[in-house]
């Protein structure tokens, strides 16, 4: 159900709210500034559409995503506002609904998404954070996030201006991307090679990061998913 589109009243004694997480920032030059929110909020819709009584509230849409802000479009909070967007929503969720499991679609808000959602449980709120775990072929814009969208959406692709960025192993590169962002590691912004991205590719990493999420919610009831 989708809570945005619903009245006060009907949204009354709701169960499960699941928050998609995504981030506004540069995903090389064939990818839109929302991948990472257009996926989480797909997972989350996937997900409420096979668990019956689950809604699904708007997405955060803008993260943590310092590390892009060298490149034109991204849209950072930072780490420290966007934990605090966390506590309060998931403050103000819970005064209505049963529980609430962030989706995140974006690496680089787990600074502020663990303690936040660590800091819920303490309160005693039943709160749980899951992972859109989209890294099975490469890390940023290559060939999995572009299926994704090829699947999703795929009149946001510009096609033609994909290209391969650093293909190098992240244990190989995140020293120096920690230390001075995504520029210092790869100058068009992508890490990996969408080269042979398909939306059939995508619909299938689809599938899988859905039936992670939904067997992920049965083992987190309760407790922060880490």
Not at 117 to 129: I, K, Y
């Amino acid at each position: 159900m989708n809570l945005a589109e619903s009245t006060s009243p009907e949204s009354t004694g709701a169960g499960l709210v699941l928050v998609p997480v995504g981030s506004i920032e540069q995903h090389g030059p064939h990818l839109p500034l929302d991948t990472d929110t257009v996926i989480a909020q797909a997972v989350c819709e996937t997900v409420a559409a096979r668990l019956p009584g689950t809604w699904v509230a708007p997405p955060v849409v803008y993260g943590a995503s310092g590390e892009h802000q060298m490149f034109p479009g991204t849209c950072s909070i930072g780490s420290d506002v966007l934990r605090s967007v966390i506590v309060e929503l998931t403050r103000s969720l819970r005064t209505w609904a049963t529980r609430v499991v962030y989706v995140n679609a974006h690496g680089g808000n787990l600074t502020a998404l663990r303690p936040a959602v660590e800091q819920m449980v303490g309160e005693g709120h039943d709160v749980a954070w899951l992972p859109c775990e989209t890294e099975l072929v490469d890390l940023h814009a290559g060939l999995t996030e572009t299926s994704l969208l090829l699947h999703l959406r795929p009149e946001s692709v510009r096609l033609d201006r994909a290209e391969a960025g650093n293909t190098a192993p992240l244990t190989e590169i995140l020293p120096t991307l920690m230390a001075h962002g995504m520029a210092a590691v790869t100058p068009n912004g992508v890490l990996g090679d969408p080269t042979g991205a398909s939306a059939a590719h995508g619909a299938e990493v689809m599938a899988a990061m859905v039936a992670r999420v939904e067997a992920g919610l049965v083992g987190s009831v309760g407790s922060e998913r880490r």
